[in-house]
């Protein structure tokens, strides 16, 4: 059986258990115990520890990130790094061809990322790619885009030529022309229209969006970027690369927290599952340790450590058990206060939970209970 086969088999198989009724997932969830903290990969001496790794085996080791003033740049593969700066996760690939920005980052922070991109990499940046709305992630579009300038203006033969051309034609980009193209589903550039908790020039805005399942491009290598609907909201989108085995997961991986689920903007629970789904098992690939040292497909999240395989499955198997237990107290007539007090997140609590901050535990409990409640009213051909 091919591996396209192979990953279409679990999906089959997964979704025959979450419409069986998942009891015996849930029953397994409540037994198994607490994942362990994440490592702080600023306290590691040498070399970091990638989460994830296979019970039983030698961890496999990333070398120890770099600290660029306030930005963590840690190698991913040759030529990717993942940047962090204040607690989000962005990616930077570099090459012959030119440099790419996956979630160029907040604002605040736009001209330190630029200072660590011009430590990685000579190469000017060509495209930005947003894979989501949220201001912490996209804020620094206007100013990570002027820095770059789009391959339309710069044409990668003639540079290669060495030659003087005249009368060439531009092609409009970010910043009349200027700029580094901005690459983003339809729903971004929406969203961002819509937004009033933060306001953008017109240099912000994605200028190359799409609204078909897949956008591809070559910038270095294959690069996909794939539409997740209706998951933490309706403007998701994962980035895979594909030679290096890398993808970013955006806000729908967030190894800090439970998902964030905007309703407001068109997520959903179920969502969220079938996009977790869909980077599982289309974009992502395992590891062979009895051939090979690789670990398989490596995973940026929005925030937190980076990822694997098997951290992407333990997340999707979070969330479907919460939300499977959620619609087993709703089938039961029970309300919002009484299911939150029976604690579905039982056993993912101390690794993902939180009852303080942006975004709490209760949070996360009650969007899944709305969510579940909204398809119910659907399904009943009810309003409201």
Do not use: K
Request: hydrophobic share 40%.
């Amino acid at each position: 059986m091919s591996n396209r086969a192979a990953r279409a088999t679990a999906v089959v198989v997964l979704s025959g258990l979450l419409s069986w009724g998942g009891a015996g997932i849930c029953r397994a969830a409540q037994a198994a115990p607490e994942a362990p903290d994440a490592p702080d990969a600023s306290a590691a001496p040498s070399a970091v520890p990638l989460y994830g790794s296979v019970e039983g085996t030698e961890p496999v080791m990333l070398p120890p990130p770099t600290r660029i003033g306030p930005v963590d740049v840690l190698p991913v593969a040759p030529g990717i790094e993942m940047l962090t700066v204040g607690g989000v996760n962005l990616a930077v690939q570099s090459g012959p061809d030119g440099t790419l920005v996956v979630d160029p980052g907040p604002a605040q922070s736009a001209q330190a990322v630029l200072t660590a991109i011009g430590r990685i990499s000579s190469e000017p940046i060509h495209y930005l790619i947003d894979t989501d709305a949220d201001p912490e992630l996209i804020g620094g579009n206007a100013a990570v885009a002027a820095a770059g300038h789009s391959v339309a203006v710069q044409d990668v033969f003639i540079a290669g030529q060495r030659r003087g051309f005249t009368n060439l034609v531009t092609l409009p980009g970010a910043n009349g022309g200027g700029g580094a193209p901005i690459i983003a589903r339809q729903n971004v550039l929406t969203e961002m229209a819509g937004q009033t908790e933060a306001s953008y020039s017109s240099a912000a805005y994605p200028t190359d969006t799409f609204t078909r399942p897949e956008f591809n491009l070559y910038i270095n290598e294959p690069i996909a970027v794939v539409r997740l609907p209706g998951s933490h909201d309706d403007a998701d989108a994962a980035v895979r690369f594909e030679r290096s085995n890398v993808v970013v997961a955006g806000e729908i991986f967030d190894q800090t927290r439970f998902p964030v689920i905007d309703l407001e903007h068109g997520g959903s629970a179920q969502g969220e599952v079938d996009a977790l789904n869909l980077v599982i098992n289309t974009l992502t690939f395992a590891h062979t340790p009895v051939l090979t040292d690789d670990p398989g497909t490596l995973v940026i999240p929005a925030h937190g450590p980076l990822g694997t395989l098997d951290d992407l499955v333990s997340y999707r198997d979070m969330v479907a058990t919460v939300m499977m237990r959620v619609q087993y107290y709703l089938d039961r007539g029970r309300t919002y206060q009484q299911i939150l007090a029976a604690d579905p997140t039982q056993g993912f609590h101390t690794r993902y939970g939180s009852d303080t901050g942006s975004w709490t535990t209760a949070d996360f409990v009650q969007a899944v209970y709305r969510s579940l409640m909204a398809e119910r009213r659907a399904r009943h051909g009810q309003r409201g």
